[in-house]
């Protein structure tokens, strides 16, 4: 039943999100985008993103598709305490936006995870920007060389 409850929960903070953004763009505004994703070659950025939302059963979403990028090159789970994380770390990483700072925010309701938010703003605040990396300038590079640039490394 507790399991039941943190899934519901999820899907009303991040549902009620992408519902909104896909009223507005409707439901497959990039459909077209995600299938260009899956033909790239492996190894490459969008292909990783495009097989990361396919293996969730995700679409790509209007004004996510650079954070799904995110996703992958800082390798954070699609996980609500792993999005809390990769919020801590952006923020240290120069990414003061209102969306970061309300989703960082929902960290008050996952104690367990305190003490690891510091320790991944500590991480973004000493590695470079990753702030204006999008998926479309880099989605048929090699993953590998991005992660090597702009990848996190953990100092814990």
Not at 16 to 22: D, F, N, R
Not at 23 to 46: E, S
Not at 56 to 63: H, S
Request: charge should be positive.
């Amino acid at each position: 039943m507790r399991n039941i409850f943190r899934q519901l929960k999820n899907l009303k903070i991040t549902g009620g999100i992408i519902w909104l953004l896909e009223l507005i763009h409707g439901k497959d505004y990039l459909a077209p985008k995600l299938n260009y994703l899956r033909t790239l070659q492996l190894g490459t950025v969008g292909r990783e993103v495009a097989e990361m939302l396919d293996n969730k059963k995700y679409r790509l979403i209007p004004k996510f598709e650079n954070h799904d990028l995110k996703h992958i090159i800082l390798d954070y789970e699609m996980t609500m305490k792993d999005e809390i994380k990769m919020q801590a770390y952006l923020i240290g990483n120069g990414n003061l936006t209102f969306p970061c700072l309300i989703f960082f925010s929902l960290g008050v309701f996952y104690p367990v995870i305190w003490k690891d938010l510091s320790k991944e703003y500590q991480t973004g605040k000493v590695s470079k920007s990753i702030h204006f990396l999008t998926l479309d300038n880099c989605m048929e590079l090699q993953l590998k060389d991005v992660k090597s640039e702009y990848g996190r490394k953990t100092t814990y």
